[in-house]
């Protein structure tokens, strides 16, 4: 089995800053994209951020100069630096992987996480 576990949500005040974290375990063979998504009450979810193994980045117009993703192969792990937070940031924040498992090394699938909370207010 595969399992994505986030962490690093909470409250914050506006202005602050929080990081998040996703670590993908279990019998995975090849990690091609790994990525946030976000969901607010009464929304769809959303891309917020995006890294493949190129690596190439990608960024929700609403997050980019504040925003930053990143990742450790070796620990099969992304990060979220999240700047400068605004009240419209607070959603649910859900990590995704695009991968294969070892017993089809070549068939990839989307896995996600549970998510974590972000909660951005004074």
């Known amino acids: 089995q595969v399992q994505l576990v986030e962490s690093g949500g909470g409250l914050v005040q506006p202005g602050g800053s929080l990081r998040l974290s996703c670590a993908a375990s279990?019998?995975?063979?090849?990690?091609?994209?790994m990525g946030w998504y976000r969901q607010a009450p009464g929304k769809q979810r959303e891309l917020v951020a995006q890294?493949?193994?190129?690596?190439?980045?990608n960024y929700a117009d609403s997050v980019k100069d504040r925003f930053t993703i990143s990742r450790d192969n070796a620990r099969n792990t992304t990060y979220l630096q999240m700047n400068k937070l605004i009240p419209e940031d607070t959603a649910i924040y859900y990590c995704?992987?695009?991968?294969?498992?070892?017993?089809?090394?070549?068939?990839?699938?989307?896995?996600w996480g549970r998510g974590t909370q972000v909660t951005v207010s004074s």
């Open positions: 995704n992987a695009f991968l294969s498992r070892h017993e089809r090394p070549f068939a990839f699938s989307d896995y």
């Open positions: 279990g019998n995975i063979f090849r990690i091609s994209t």
């Open positions: 890294l493949t193994s190129l690596p190439n980045t």
